[in-house]
């Protein structure tokens, strides 16, 4: 993956302070486990309450990890002042979603001015074991000069 260099010196507090504002996040238990410039990493411990009939997580909350890590990676690229919103996101299912956690990858393929496209992967971990249980691809809208919310 390409090095990006963050346009503001505090991105990782903004995007930590906008996480923490994030109550879905908070209610289902995820974590930011790594904030970079470019990337960003999300950490999910499995809960039976998250999970589809089958006892595997939700797709809807496999997406949700990983578009909010995919939004944060294009975020910590933004200016200072900005906001993030995802406009679109595909996401592929490529194996039940089962382990003891999940990891959320957000990671920019290619930074814009006003749109930045990322890609998105879940790992489901047990032990040293991961597998990956989706992929994606994302695109974000840069609204600058606004107060994140």
């Known amino acids: 993956m390409p090095v990006f260099q963050a346009q503001d010196p505090a991105y990782e507090t903004r995007v930590r302070e906008s996480f923490a504002r994030q109550t879905l996040m908070a209610t289902i238990g995820a974590r930011l486990a790594l904030v970079a410039p470019g990337r960003v990493e999300i950490e999910l411990p499995y809960r039976a309450d998250l999970t589809q009939q089958h006892g595997f997580l939700h797709a809807g909350i496999t997406s949700a990890i990983a578009d909010s890590a995919g939004g944060y990676a294009g975020y910590s690229l933004f200016p200072a002042g900005s906001s993030v919103l995802t406009v679109e996101f595909k996401i592929n299912l490529t194996a039940p979603a089962a382990g003891e956690r999940f990891l ?41 000069d606004r107060p994140d919310h």
Do not use: N, S
């Not at 047990?126 to 974000?140: I, P």
């Open 104 to 144: 959320a990858i957000g990671e920019v393929l290619k930074p814009g001015r006003t749109l930045c496209i990322c890609r998105l992967e879940v790992l489901g971990i047990t032990g040293e074991t991961r597998t990956t249980v989706a992929v994606g691809q994302q695109t974000l809208f840069c609204l600058e």
